[in-house]
């Protein structure tokens, strides 16, 4: 059975700075990798998609990276702004061909950037 | 193409009574997916159609839950007499199965049963 986990669970820092979050998964028999932003109350905005062929993508201040042999994933926001406060959730999706494509989701980092 | 919508944004039931949710998918997916999410946790899935054929059920989906896509377009899904665990986000994604099969989300229903 496919798990996956986010480490950590909470993490505080100033404005400016660069970050890490970690996400690892099980089985290495995934479709893609996927993170997300969730604000408090709010649904899910996809931040980046990774294939399983692939190794890392990367969208403005954001760098995601995948070693799927490894299980793991990295989360990289460069110079961290008050706006970045949200939770990242890590998503693997199952193969479509067996297991229906579904997503399964670590528990998330909270994170929080100070002014 | 507005997104996913789900209808509605929250919900304060009394416990026993039943609740439905409904979720309208981008318009040309075939994929529609339902996943719960309660308090400080990551989603987790409960059901999935292709067009209106339901194709997996999670254990999390007790008898007391039912889903539908009765024309292969919108979704609902049903609770029966409602418990305080099935307090959550119930959220909604759709995708088309195809080369990426990017599942968009919509922006949730907040159930809280007092």
């Known amino acids: 059975k496919q798990e996956v986990t986010q480490i950590p669970a909470a993490l505080s820092v100033p404005e400016g700075e660069n970050l890490v979050l970690n996400c690892s998964f099980t089985d290495s028999a995934i479709y893609n990798l996927q993170w997300f932003r969730q604000d408090p109350g709010k649904g899910l905005t996809s931040l980046l998609l990774i294939q399983s062929s692939q190794r890392e993508q990367t969208s403005g201040r954001l760098n995601a990276s995948l070693d799927k042999s490894s299980g793991r994933s990295t989360l990289y926001i460069a110079a961290s702004q008050p706006g970045d406060s949200a939770t990242y959730l890590c998503?693997?999706?199952?193969?479509?061909?067996?297991?229906?494509?579904?997503?399964?989701f670590g528990q998330g980092t909270e994170l929080s950037v100070k002014p | 193409d507005t997104g996913v919508s789900q209808d509605p944004r929250h919900k304060i039931t009394k416990r026993g009574q039943n609740v439905t949710f409904r979720c309208d998918p981008i318009?040309?997916?075939?994929?529609l997916y339902w996943y719960r999410q309660t308090l400080g946790q990551g989603p987790e899935f409960l059901t999935y159609?292709?067009?209106?054929?339901?194709?997996?059920k999670s254990r999390l989906l007790s008898d007391r839950f039912s889903a539908e896509r009765p024309k292969g377009s919108f979704s609902t899904l049903e609770i029966q007499r409602t418990e305080q665990g099935d307090s959550a986000m119930y959220l909604c994604a759709s995708s088309l199965l195809g080369a990426t099969n990017i599942q968009y989300f919509g922006a949730g229903t907040r159930l809280s049963v007092l």
């Open positions: 318009s040309e997916h075939n994929r």
């Open positions: 998503a693997v999706q199952a193969p479509y061909y067996n297991q229906g494509g579904k997503l399964i």
């Open positions: 159609f292709q067009n209106e054929a339901q194709l997996e």
